[in-house]
């Protein structure tokens, strides 16, 4: 499976998270910006064809975003997308890194929000349900 768009679905997920209260502080691009870090560009070394590390791809798609005020919620609806279509290719812990990840960044900046624990849900509902389809699928083979 090729993860520069897994990659880049994932700095939607952040982006969502950090935006979804209207804008992006200082504390939730630091705790990006260390996650993106620790989490992707030191355990990833893959290159695209230009010969960047796809770890990176998080924090680019996300200032990206950030430039063009794209919705949060179609940048939520898109890694929920993703992840629905791609399910089978996934992997377990890249979905938990994913979950996470975001409930890093929404305590990251005076604790968790409303507006955030509707975004926390929906992934957290959304990744439960990819997981007890591919347990479903597992004990099926048994």
Not at 23 to 46: A, C, M, P
Not at 113 to 119: D, L, Q
């Amino acid at each position: 499976m090729k993860y520069n768009r897994f990659y880049s679905e994932v700095g939607k997920l952040l982006y969502s998270i950090s935006s979804i209260d209207g804008k992006i502080d200082q504390n939730e691009k630091l705790t990006i910006h260390t996650i993106v870090e620790n989490e992707f560009i030191s355990k990833i070394h893959e290159k695209d064809q230009f010969g960047t590390l796809v770890g990176y791809y998080p924090e680019i798609e996300l200032e990206f975003l950030e430039e063009e005020l794209v919705d949060p919620a179609d940048a939520l609806d898109s890694f929920i997308d993703y992840i629905n279509e791609h399910h089978t290719a996934l992997k377990q812990n890249e979905l938990e890194i994913c979950r996470k990840v975001i409930h890093h960044v929404a305590q990251s900046s005076r604790g968790v929000n409303k507006k955030e624990k509707i975004v926390l849900n929906k992934v957290d509902n959304a990744i439960e349900r990819i997981n007890k389809t591919q347990t479903n699928r597992n004990h099926e083979k048994w």
